[in-house]
């Protein structure tokens, strides 16, 4: 009976090799209970080479684990055993030698990688170029990287058209912009240069002209670009000059103030506005020289001692120390007064802050004596000012404040800077029509001013109440658009197209309809922010 059972496995496993069912021959003849059988033992000879056979198909294909399985069943045939042997050396090499290739092919991609973090794409490519890797990572890294490029071939293009529009700071910032992409672009150096020189060129002219803040905001714009450029360093030297003569100034230091400039005039090519100060600051020397020597010099030697300590006996002469002399402080010029700040009250508008000023502080609410902005916030008393200046507008400060993500004291504003004075003291400065002089601050939502006002218009001349992005006040109600104008030291309105209109003049308090656009306008109030 067992050996029937014997036979009919055996004669099994005989069909499934004749039938090429390797695996299952192979099952059926190596059962632990048919050892010995020389049937089964012939049989597992005849697999041998065929087990072998496929061994090599698995090797030409790479699958290692295959063929090293294929040869430890073609093993137990008894037979071909030094073939095996060497077939399994050859697996475990060209495995090895695959795995080595793939850590190479994964190195290479990695690298690749990081040189797209850093923006050196050029590098990347080369990478690339130096291997054929045809694998999914390779392909992704390749389009990733030919992405990268495209992008970064459009960025420097834009640089090079706001060059060519004379657009340098917002060239300044696309070339930012394009150099994170890419930092070893073809284009990039000689774009620098450009830009660097271009911006160095406008402060020097700015310098040359006595215009200060124009000057810082030039090389401001650069941030990081060029700054080895041998133009840009002399620069720099020459605005640290200028800003320690003006210190020197306001600390009585005449004669250093007049070292800087000098310095500084010489690089320039002599200004005349440096000549002018560095004659009336001679003449200032010469004129305390002069007041020094006379009747009121020997007053102050005197003035300069204090009383003795203790004695009761009126001004003394000895144990005495000088009074140490203090810069002379201008009186504050952002003090609210009169009817410089009004509110108008627009009917499907809101609520808008008027400033009839050109220099204007920002500060806490919360004071006996607000700012003309008072803000909700841990702003100081009085934070910073915006002041107008001819045709531009400038933010200064006592405080390091951040304006389009600048951190200074002194900023030129342009349409569109973020200004950011506080976690809960953010504004947008924006010039909404070339129409008019007139400038607006916007309110973000973490900010908050008296009265619901979210909008505080610096007004100039003239301002426009309408619907459209060019207006300073909002009015959905109206149909037309209305100009808010000043003469003669009183407000008038009038339709905007009707330019031959005198207009309405505007009383304060009285609530007007025109054209369809009903508002007041009444003063602000001037004390701790409250109407």
Request: aromatic letters at 4%.
């Amino acid at each position: 009976m067992f050996d029937r059972f014997f036979t009919s496995r055996l004669r099994a496993a005989e069909l499934a090799l004749r039938n090429g069912a390797l695996d299952e021959a192979f099952r059926l003849a190596s059962a632990s209970d048919l050892r010995g059988q020389a049937r089964a033992l012939d049989l597992l000879r005849e697999l041998t080479p065929k087990l072998i056979e496929r061994a090599e198909s698995h090797l030409a294909a790479d699958r290692f684990a295959e063929a090293l399985g294929d040869l430890a069943k073609a093993e137990a045939g008894g037979v071909m055993q030094e073939r095996i042997a060497q077939l399994r050396r050859n697996v475990r090499l060209l495995a090895e030698a695959l795995q080595s290739k793939q850590k190479e092919r994964r190195d290479r991609v990695e690298a690749v990688r990081e040189h797209l973090k850093v923006g050196t794409l050029e590098q990347g490519r080369r990478i690339l170029e130096q291997a054929s890797m045809t694998d999914d990572a390779a392909r992704r890294i390749q389009e990733e990287l030919s992405r990268r490029m495209n992008e970064s071939k459009q960025a420097y293009d834009r640089v090079a058209s706001l060059l060519a529009a004379d657009q340098w700071h917002a060239a300044a910032e696309a070339f930012a912009r394009a150099k994170a992409i890419q930092a070893d672009a073809a284009a990039a150096a000689e774009l620098e240069t450009r830009l660097v020189e271009g911006l160095v060129q406008r402060c020097r002219d700015a310098l040359k002209e006595g215009r200060m803040i124009h000057a810082q905001q030039e090389m401001k714009a650069l941030t990081a670009t060029g700054s080895a450029h041998a133009g840009r360093l002399e620069m720099e030297d020459n605005l640290r000059a200028a800003v320690s003569a003006g210190h020197a100034f306001s600390q009585g230091e005449y004669s250093k103030a007049r070292e800087e400039l000098a310095r500084v005039s010489r690089r320039l090519g002599e200004p005349a506005w440096i000549q002018r100060t560095l004659d009336e600051l001679r003449q200032t020397e010469d004129l305390l020289t002069s007041i020094h020597a006379g009747v009121l010099g020997e007053a102050a030697s005197l003035a300069s001692r204090t009383p003795s300590s203790g004695t009761g006996h009126g001004p003394g002469f000895a144990d005495t120390l000088p009074i140490p002399a203090r810069p002379v402080k201008l009186p504050a010029a952002n003090v609210p007064h009169g009817d410089d700040r009004l509110l108008l009250l627009v009917d499907g508008g809101g609520s808008y802050l008027v400033i009839r000023k050109d220099r204007v502080s920002i500060g806490r609410a919360a004071s006996t004596q607000p700012a003309d902005v008072p803000l909700f916030s841990d702003l100081a008393e009085y934070h910073a000012e915006i002041a107008r200046i001819e045709d531009d507008y400038f933010l200064f400060s006592p405080h390091d404040v951040e304006v389009d993500g600048f951190r200074g004291r002194q900023h030129l504003l342009r349409d569109g800077s973020r200004i950011v004075l506080g976690r809960r003291a953010k504004l947008t400065f924006r010039i909404p029509s070339r129409r008019s002089p007139s400038a607006v601050l916007d309110v973000s939502d973490s900010s908050k001013l008296p009265n619901d006002v979210r909008r505080v218009v610096l007004f100039k001349d003239s301002a426009l109440i309408g619907h459209g992005p060019g207006s300073h006040m909002l009015c959905n109600s109206g149909g037309s658009e209305l100009l808010l104008f000043e003469r003669g030291g009183r407000f008038h309105i009038r339709p905007y197209q009707q330019a031959g209109n005198p207009g309405i003049s505007v009383e304060l308090g009285t609530p007007m309809l025109v054209a369809d656009s009903q508002f007041v306008l009444k003063p602000w109030a001037s004390k701790a922010g409250i109407v």
